[in-house]
């Protein structure tokens, strides 16, 4: 048995909504299942004929009636707010996920939105984040009844709004290490694993292939579920990303200077006006530019001198993107663990964002920093490990 136990490293601070969220799951559970399984089913109620009519219709071949479990009474809540592919309810289909099959569904599922939860909270807020989850969710439960349209199945749990939240961890958090529980028999042991290793396990082997191997057959765990979930939360973390490196800063969203030189010339105008110590004139004419046109104009070193002013000067955003965008345009050209390290301590320093920044970090030591630079990299890499409840593995 492998079971994700922790992760590192966390930002700093409560996650209040993923501790709701944990807590509104776990009171739906107490609230309904508890009682209602000890609660045989009223067979007057017309729900009961229809699920044993949807169970009867799944039996496999030659499995007798008799041989169904008997009907509770939180059987039928869950055929009336679970989401049902052959009867789809806008209702259920958010209903559906606070609901869970039982204690062991309620644990793991909660175990994994603890676990990976407060880091996607940070960087998307409290909010988007709880906008995200329910839509995720509600993706997920689609993609499934796709695939199961006919389905008169309930579907429930929260599993499709937690992959949406691993989808978007995979994209912003590739360099975090998941905390993993191995027990096979008597060998109990706890490892750290890079986190894309084991959410890449859980969506390929976990998911993607039970999936592609029971289609057409059905299957007790809602694959598909899964899958449109972290599809969900990928792309929109990739999206998100993309906004962040185009969008312009607060402070350069006035209206342009009609006085500013033609695109053809405006690498020549900022690269002049660094040269001259000019920084203010080039930081407002390089955001003049849409941030298509502003791919490849600068040189590394403008590049980069243009980033540490902004840097130095409280302009973090506008830093942050220009070192974002330098990393776009010379994906392996020089300055590349410089334009990382420079990202990475505007994040720790000025936007209090240690998780992404340590991602930042770890990309700087593998692109061979200068004496002086990794240093100062792995200086902030302890300063990230000391906001830590456990202590990071060195790099």
Do not use: C
């Not at 000067?313 to 994906?331: E, I, M, S």
């Amino acid at each position: 048995m492998f079971l994700p136990i922790g992760d590192q490293p966390n930002p700093r601070g409560t996650p209040f909504l993923t501790y709701a969220l944990i807590g509104l799951n776990v009171a739906v559970f107490a609230l309904t299942f508890l009682p209602l399984t000890a609660q045989p089913a009223d067979p007057a109620d017309p729900r009961a004929q229809e699920y044993l009519s949807a169970i009867r219709q799944n039996l496999p071949p030659n499995v007798p009636m008799e041989a169904a479990p008997q009907l509770t009474a939180y059987d039928l809540l869950v055929f009336e707010y679970g989401y049902r592919p052959s009867d789809p309810s806008l209702v259920a289909l958010f209903t559906s996920m606070f609901m869970h099959g039982g204690f062991m569904h309620l644990f793991g599922n909660m175990l994994f939105l603890w676990i990976y939860g407060d880091n996607v909270e940070h960087r998307l807020g409290a909010v988007a984040y709880v906008v995200w989850y329910l839509i995720s969710g509600a993706a997920a439960t689609l993609f499934h009844a796709a695939f199961a349209s006919e389905s008169p199945i309930p579907l429930v749990g929260a599993s499709g709004a937690i992959s949406g939240i691993l989808g978007f961890y995979f994209v912003w958090f590739p360099h975090n290490q998941v905390r993993v529980l191995i027990f096979i028999f008597f060998f109990i042991r706890v490892v750290m694993l890079p986190a894309r290793w084991v959410l890449g396990f859980y969506i390929v082997v976990s998911n993607i292939l039970p999936f592609l191997a029971s289609v057409g057959q059905g299957s007790g765990v809602a694959h598909g579920a899964h899958i449109g979930g972290f599809l969900v939360g990928g792309v929109v973390a990739l999206i998100l990303n993309r906004r962040e490196m185009t969008a312009r800063p607060p402070e350069y969203r006035e209206a342009r200077s009609s006085s500013s030189p033609g695109p053809r010339s405006m690498g020549e105008a900022i690269s002049e006006a660094v040269k001259q110590g000019k920084f203010e004139r080039a930081a407002a004419l390089y955001f003049d530019l849409p941030s298509i046109r502003t791919r490849g104009i600068l040189t590394p070193e403008v590049s980069l001198s243009l980033a540490h002013w902004m840097s130095k000067n409280g302009h973090a955003r506008g830093a942050l993107t220009v070192h974002q965008r330098h990393l776009r345009d010379y994906p392996r050209g020089p300055g590349l663990a410089q334009a990382h390290a420079g990202a990475g301590l505007v994040q720790l320093h000025a936007l209090g964002e240690p998780t992404a920044a340590y991602q930042h970090f770890v990309d700087a030591l593998d692109h061979d920093p200068p004496r002086e630079l990794e240093a100062l990299i792995r200086q902030s890499l302890a300063e990230v490990a000391s906001m830590q409840k456990f202590p990071i593995r060195r790099h």
